[in-house]
């Protein structure tokens, strides 16, 4: 009986020595820009050990000005990538199998960036004004149509120099960073008319391969878990071990950007959600009536055909917790 109770420790404890030692499932991340703090909650998740901790040796990859986060996700590159999800949408409608299973931000922080003291206040004045934007962005359609506007579009190249340049002028910009850089310019704080003002509520998403997800199942979950918690230990706690990657991912971080960035975030409650139902138990959250009204207004403008895709079939909240 002794030697029979010994024989099942050493079994248990090499079982247990077995489990250790097993090695992390390895996935891949594909940044839709460069590191900032708009990725916080990978940053977070990865220095402070969340992912780790899931059994997940993560690689996050940064993007930029030209990211191919589709073709990452399409082709394997990439396992997981940040995008929008009206780009992700239209991308499902011409058949490519990819589905949206979290939410990076309860709202796109796009929108068009306005001197403090120009006369344009809301979108009705912008009517016959000309923007520095990307050609083809959906939302200056909806705003054409919605508000009957004419506008000039004049392509933008990620810089803030033409807008601090011209007291008139209009640029399509992100609510987080663009600010700081026209400020920390000389320019005065801009004002913003944003997307979710105008009814065109986005989300910025995590995608990934349909093949994927059936063949990943728990490391997703478990990868979300640890990305929601770090989002949320990153707003919530101290943001220095982020900052901290960030840094060497994107040499140009600077501590004062970061935390400017940061508070933006927190400010405007882009990943807890605006809705009187926000907070941290939203992180993460995808609601399918949203998109199922995104869908709508994107047929509407002729974007998506009609019918071609629905919420059940572009997104899915079985890898959320």
């Known amino acids: 009986m002794i030697r029979l109770r010994h024989a099942l420790a050493a079994f248990a404890l090499s079982v247990t020595a077995f489990a250790a030692e097993?090695?992390?499932?390895?996935?891949?991340?594909?940044?839709?820009?460069?590191?900032?703090?708009?990725h916080g909650g990978f940053y977070q998740a990865e220095a402070r050990g969340y992912f780790r901790a899931e059994g997940l040796d993560v690689t996050i990859l940064p993007g930029g000005p030209g990211s191919h986060?589709?073709?990452?996700?399409?082709?394997?590159?990439?396992?997981?990538?940040?995008?929008?999800?009206i780009e992700t949408l239209m991308k499902q409608a011409e058949g490519l199998p990819f589905v949206q299973f979290a939410a990076v931000f309860q709202d796109d922080p796009a929108g068009?960036?306005?001197h403090a003291d120009s006369p344009?206040?809301?979108?009705?004045?912008?009517?016959?004004?000309?923007?520095?934007?990307?050609?083809?962005?959906?939302?200056?359609?909806?705003l054409k149509q919605k508000y009957q506007l004419k506008v000039n579009v004049v392509a933008q190249n990620f810089s803030v120099s033409a807008f601090l340049g011209d007291r008139t002028a209009l640029q399509?910009?992100?609510?987080?960073?663009?600010?700081?850089?026209?400020?920390?310019?000389?320019?005065?704080?801009p004002r913003f008319l944003s997307t979710w003002d105008a009814g065109?509520?986005?989300?910025?998403?995590l995608v990934?391969?349909?093949?994927?997800?059936?063949?990943?199942?728990?490391?997703?979950?478990?990868?979300?878990r640890a990305y929601i918690k770090g989002w949320r230990d990153y707003l919530e706690g101290d943001p220095a071990p982020a900052h901290a990657a960030m840094k060497k991912a994107n040499a140009n971080n600077t501590d004062e950007f970061m935390l400017f960035s940061r508070k933006m975030i927190i400010d405007e409650r882009l990943v807890t959600g605006r809705d009187a139902d926000g907070g941290p138990a939203k992180i993460g959250r995808l609601d399918p009536a949203r998109f199922t009204q995104q869908i709508a207004q994107l047929e509407a403008l002729g974007l998506l055909p009609k019918g071609k895709i629905d919420a059940a079939t572009a997104m899915t909240t079985q890898f959320l917790p």
Do not use: C
């Open 22 to 38: 097993k090695s992390p499932l390895k996935l891949t991340v594909q940044l839709d820009w460069v590191a900032e703090p708009e």
């Open 69 to 85: 986060v589709m073709s990452a996700v399409a082709t394997g590159k990439a396992d997981i990538g940040q995008a929008g999800d």
């Open 112 to 114: 068009i960036l306005v």
């Open 120 to 142: 344009v206040r809301k979108f009705e004045d912008l009517q016959g004004k000309t923007i520095i934007a990307r050609p083809g962005w959906p939302f200056l359609d909806f």
């Open 172 to 189: 399509q910009g992100y609510y987080i960073a663009e600010p700081y850089h026209i400020t920390k310019a000389g320019g005065k704080m």
């Open 200 to 205: 065109f509520r986005g989300y910025a998403v």
């Open 208 to 224: 990934t391969n349909k093949a994927f997800a059936r063949n990943h199942a728990e490391a997703l979950r478990a990868f979300t």
